[in-house]
């Protein structure tokens, strides 16, 4: 079991900030270091909420380019507000890479991209309650997936490249993230 579902589930929330009845605690231990709530963010697609998105930075910060280039540690979970299909997720990690991911760094985030994705499909959907996580280190980036009503992951990788972390993350901190209301509550703005 991971540390943040291991501390938000034994210890329960001492403090903590919620979005559309999503709670999240406003501190949790990430790789020997304490990281505090930087933001909460809704995803929102059309006229549906899809999910909440939590930062987790060793400091408060605001902007977006000092914390994609910080090598601090960093961790942003989503929690689902609506079941949604893997396709359709895969699709839009196309579509924000697509987006955010820099020419010459395409050829060689590509396949730890595909490789992603092919880890999602093979959980079939993301169902409502389900928590995604993505732990950003100097050297890896690691990605969690649990079930709603279990206390394990279900999914989880470790993808040793700092740069392929630094691109997922500027999904939704970078130019064009999935919604601006998303990037401004995840800064806390």
Known sequence: MTGFFLSFLVTGIVSAATLSEVTFPDKIHVVGQNLVLNGLGMRRKLIFDVYVAALYLKQKQKDPNAILSSSDPK??????????????????????????????????????????????????????????????????????????????????????????GKMLLTIWLGQEPPNESLKEGILGL
């Open 75 to 164: 961790k942003l979970v989503l929690e689902f507000v609506r079941d949604v299909d893997y396709e359709k997720m895969n699709d839009a990690w196309d579509e924000a890479y697509e987006k955010n991911t820099s020419s010459d760094q395409k050829p060689q985030l590509k396949p730890l991209l595909d490789e992603l994705k092919s880890l999602m499909k093979s959980m079939d959907e993301a169902k409502e309650g389900d928590l995604m996580a993505f732990t950003f280190t100097q050297t890896s980036t690691k990605v969690e997936v649990v079930r709603k009503g279990t206390s394990k992951a279900e999914l989880e990788k470790e993808f040793k490249s700092k740069d392929f």
